[in-house]
């Protein structure tokens, strides 16, 4: 019996989906959460993982409710499809990024399905380069959405600093009418190296790519779409050796007991 009650302990947990998502900063992103064959009487939820986990989603028979900064920015799925319990989050932002989770009820037993989001910043980037009276100017011109953007300078990998022969100076501008943030950072010197300096955005807390359209990117990789009936039929594999494992477990006891 104790052979039976750890498999079936194990298997249980062994149960929960996990996906990892890629969306980009101010467009939008689908966060999965197939639900087939759930319990409609019996709430579904959403919320984000970790210490400063906060209520996302959650919907009842009678209500439907975004909670917080996902008031204005949720979209959910079940009004038209109550095995679908996926959400859309519109404009995402960087504190969109991290674990989510997913919660609904198969006849008496809570499922989760968990979605870990990462957000990355687009942006555009042109360098040009020219000498001006014996000083070779390096200048890199950067749009995007994300203010907390730097503009780094590296020759053969190595970045390069402020020095005697090297000035380097930055800045943006956040009026911008195309709802971008333009940035720019100009470096002079009075060295002649043998390779050209290249310039690299960096963004806090969240990842980069760059792209000639930003506007045109909704994500860094287009999100597949989700297919519910495979997601339902690989629940049917992952459960027919379950059920033949304890199945064999809880024969082999019954013999043991019996003899």
Known sequence: ??????????????????????????HDVLLPCACSGRNVSREVGWQTEGPNA????????????????????GKAFLSENRENCSILLTN??????????????????????????????????????????????FKCNVKGRY?????????????LQNSITTNITQKYNPDDPTGQIQFSSQLNTTLNWTSAPRCHVKAKNIATYNSSDCNADTNIHSTPDYNYNKDQRRSYYFYIPIMFVLGLSLLLWCRRVVS
């Open 92 to 137: 995402i932002t960087a504190e969109d990024q991290g674990k989510h989770r997913c919660i609904f009820s198969i006849n008496e037993t809570y499922k989760k399905s968990f979605v870990t989001l990462n957000i990355y910043a687009c942006y555009s980037v042109l360098q040009t380069a020219n000498n001006s009276g014996g000083v070779n100017v």
């Open 147 to 159: 203010n907390k953007t730097e503009i780094e300078w590296e020759l053969d990998g190595v970045p």
């Open 1 to 26: 019996m104790r052979t039976f009650l750890a498999v079936f302990i194990v298997l249980t947990v062994s149960a929960d989906k996990h996906v990892t998502i890629n969306g980009t900063l101010g």
């Open 54 to 73: 906060t209520q996302v989603f959650n919907h009842t028979q009678t209500t439907e409710t975004f909670w917080g900064k996902y008031k204005e920015r």
